[in-house]
């Protein structure tokens, strides 16, 4: 019998549902043609959600997440909701309490410049000639941006002070840590941990921990960088870094960072993820108002989130294997959205998933012996 796995899709807002779309198209290929099978089941999230049921989270939908193996995410948020009070808008009312609620420590994006694309980042040719790979690891639910006291304060009628925590426990850093070097393992086994050693007790116990973590992993190499050096080093020799082990702040910058060196968000995906490895995957992008319901935003980083879902929380790598490998020869092929090419030759997202889904197809008929009959 055909093993079964439930994923739960939430569309959003924005280009969320026109990407999602192209996602669908490759389930329905693997569906038809793997021996298993995905059950799908789609809710609201976000500024859909506020629009009919007043809250950016559902009961529902979370009700839904709980019972799924996955969660594949498009974005929330737009200007038709961002005057609301913040904390009931589409990011802080939707997205946020659900990675709190299913306890998202471990966040994952890939910064992966094809050689192919070598034109699109702003590096140049001769520091990017052979592509970029570097997955940033980034601790989630800690650190400065949840560490308390947080808050303001009134000096006199016009002055006030601020005031954020940073703050880790051993037990937070060595988890992520682990993630970090167990990833680094199945590639170029590199660890390189982010901190600011020099000045921040946070950063003191982050790097002894780290230290600590590593000797479990004799494989890999492990160096530790200061965040100011470490900014400078990607941008100067991105093809040293391997695996990048950061804090939450930390993270937020350097994985910014690193996309943009890749050229364009369009292509980023990223994974969310908790100790079950249970995750919710979603485009590094948001909603790009000024794209929705042009049909010209880049499918890639939502097809490529459904790739990780596979690789992560159903483990079915082969498949995930296949889906990278049709993205890549779909570009091979010449294909570009308007965010990926350097003339004016670009083709709709619509028509980028079919590309991707009909080179999916090719290639699972041209292995059907490994691929078809395998029981996954
Ligand atoms: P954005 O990521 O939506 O857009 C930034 C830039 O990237 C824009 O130029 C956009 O055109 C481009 N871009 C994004 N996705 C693309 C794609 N698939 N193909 C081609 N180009 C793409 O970020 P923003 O403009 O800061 O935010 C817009 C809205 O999205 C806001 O409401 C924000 O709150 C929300 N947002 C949501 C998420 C999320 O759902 N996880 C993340 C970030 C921002």
Redo the contacts with the bound molecule.
């Keep these: 019998m055909n093993k079964e796995y439930t994923i739960s899709v939430l569309p959003?807002d924005?280009?969320?549902p026109e990407?999602m779309l192209q996602a669908y198209k490759i389930l329905d290929i693997i569906n038809k043609n793997c021996m298993i099978k995905i059950n799908i089941h789609q809710y609201d999230i976000?500024g859909i959600a506020l629009d009919k049921y007043g809250t950016a989270l559902p009961q529902k939908t979370l009700d839904g997440c709980k019972k799924s193996d996955a969660i594949l995410?498009?974005?929330?948020?737009?200007?038709k909701w961002?005057s609301l009070p913040a904390n009931i808008q589409?990011?802080r009312g939707g997205?946020l309490p659900l990675r709190k609620f299913f306890n998202f420590f471990i966040n994952i994006r890939p910064a992966k410049l094809y050689k192919i694309l070598g034109y699109l980042s702003p590096l140049k040719n001769e520091i990017v000639k052979n592509g970029i790979d570097i997955i940033c690891v980034r601790e989630l639910i800690g650190g400065i941006y949840f560490g308390s006291p947080k808050g303001r304060k009134k000096i006199n009628s016009k002055n006030f002070y601020a005031f954020d925590t940073e703050t880790y426990s051993t037990y937070e850093i060595e988890r992520i840590a682990t993630i970090a070097f167990q990833l680094a393992s199945k590639r170029k086994n590199i660890v390189c941990s982010i901190d600011k050693a020099n000045v921040l007790e946070s950063s003191i116990l982050w790097r002894e921990v780290v230290t600590h973590v590593s000797k479990k992993f004799p494989n890999i190499k492990l160096t530790h960088l200061y965040i100011d050096n470490a900014i400078m080093q990607i941008i100067k020799k991105p093809n040293t870094f391997d695996v990048l082990l950061c804090s939450n702040l930390f993270g937020d910058i350097l994985s910014d960072e690193c996309a943009i060196l890749t050229g364009?968000?369009?292509m980023l995906p990223s994974a969310s993820l908790n100790d079950t490895l249970f995750g919710l995957y979603?485009?590094s992008?948001?909603?790009?108002?000024?794209?929705t319901g042009k049909n010209?935003?880049?499918?890639i980083?939502?097809i490529l989130s459904l790739a990780m879902l596979f690789r992560y929380s159903l483990k079915l790598n082969d498949i995930s294997n296949l889906i990278e490998l049709a993205v890549l020869k779909t570009l091979k092929d010449g294909y570009r959205?308007?965010?990926i090419t350097d003339n004016e030759n670009y083709i709709t997202t619509d028509m980028m998933g079919t590309k991707i889904s009909k080179k999916l197809l090719q290639m699972i008929r041209k292995n059907e012996k490994n691929i078809i009959s395998k029981n996954f």
């Design positions: 959003g924005g280009i969320g990407i976000g995410f498009g974005s929330v948020g737009g200007p961002s589409p990011e997205l364009s968000i369009g979603e485009p992008g948001g909603s790009a108002p000024e794209l010209i935003a880049n499918p980083a939502q959205t308007f965010d």
